[in-house]
């Protein structure tokens, strides 16, 4: 891989421009054997599988006025999974994926603030466990995601608080499509699914020690919290219609109160508190029961 950053002006603007190229490629050996009483028994099955990636990126951050960026951006990625079957009568194959991800966003930064929002496409090719499964999964799983969020620091206090939405075809997921409850779950493509949330952290000393001071403070009593709250679930799916997706919990609050010493020794207790149920099946019928689980950390930090 290779990558090269250059800045300079354009059309009298300084702007930074960073672009790279990559390409890997691995061979895999796969083999399957008869399980027997936890000693390999016979060979059932064998295969050379061969993945190559090729990808490539570019990203100009143009500054305007008054403290904002523009952000113009691009990847572009191919991808190539090869399976030849050398025992056993799984079929051979060679697959091919590619995409182009486009990128947009638009940065605002003050003296300790800023904000920032961005609009952006993803993509990820499967892997070999998921293109030929029981359920075969084979197409590429593509997303559309804006993000607007700020960080920043006042004083005692520093934060970093970010809204998003993805809306994703063909997420790759463990699914049950054929109804068989006698038949375990595995990866398929879903149609349409929807990744939102919010995200937030923050930390104040509560000694009122300013975050980006000169010296360290001999001592500081900080106050970490970090809470996440996820709306994950299919878009209007044939079978599962708006269900939760499984497995993610709603909320997830974590709080600790740390007594911190400038040599670097810390102690203080922690608390992780979930306050709603989390579905572990996509129909929505089971679900795990809220928590709270509180702890205690001891420790030091040292520089070598």
Not at 69 to 77: C, D, F, I, P
Not at 168 to 180: I, K, M, S
Not at 236 to 263: F, H, I, K, M, S
Request: glycine fraction near 8%; proline fraction near 5%.
């Amino acid at each position: 891989g290779a990558a090269a950053t250059y800045a300079g002006d354009l059309a009298g603007r300084a702007h930074r421009l960073r672009a790279g190229l990559l390409f890997n490629r691995g061979v895999t050996r796969a083999a399957n054997f008869i399980n027997a009483a936890g000693h390999r028994g016979a060979l059932v099955s064998a295969a050379v599988q061969t993945a190559a990636n090729l990808e490539a990126f570019a990203e100009d951050q143009i500054s305007l006025t008054h403290g904002f960026t523009l952000v113009l951006g691009t990847s572009a990625s191919g991808n190539r999974r090869q399976s030849d079957q050398t025992v056993g009568t799984t079929p051979d194959y060679d697959l091919d994926y590619h995409r182009i991800m486009p990128k947009l966003g638009l940065r605002w930064d003050a003296r300790d603030v800023q904000v920032y929002a961005n609009l952006s496409g993803s993509y990820e090719p499967p892997s070999f466990s998921e293109t030929l499964t029981l359920n075969t999964a084979r197409l590429a799983q593509t997303a559309t995601t804006w993000e607007l969020g700020t960080r920043g620091v006042s004083g005692p206090v520093r934060w970093d608080l970010s809204f998003y939405r993805a809306d994703l075809r063909n997420e790759l997921l463990a699914l049950d499509h054929d109804n068989n409850p006698a038949t375990p779950a595995a990866t398929v493509n879903a149609d349409r699914t929807v990744h939102a949330g919010i995200e937030f952290a923050a930390e104040i000393d509560l000694l009122g020690s300013a975050w980006n001071a000169q010296a360290t403070p001999a001592h500081r009593l900080v106050l970490r919290t970090a809470w996440t709250h996820g709306d994950f679930r299919f878009a209007n799916d044939a079978r599962y219609g708006d269900d939760t997706l499984a497995g993610l919990p709603p909320q997830l609050v974590r709080v600790e109160l740390c007594w911190e010493t400038a040599n670097g020794w810390y102690a203080g207790p922690t608390f992780e508190w979930t306050p709603e149920k989390t579905y572990i099946d996509f129909r929505n019928t089971y679900a795990a029961a809220p928590y709270a689980i509180a702890g205690f950390r001891l420790g030091r930090r040292v520089p070598e």
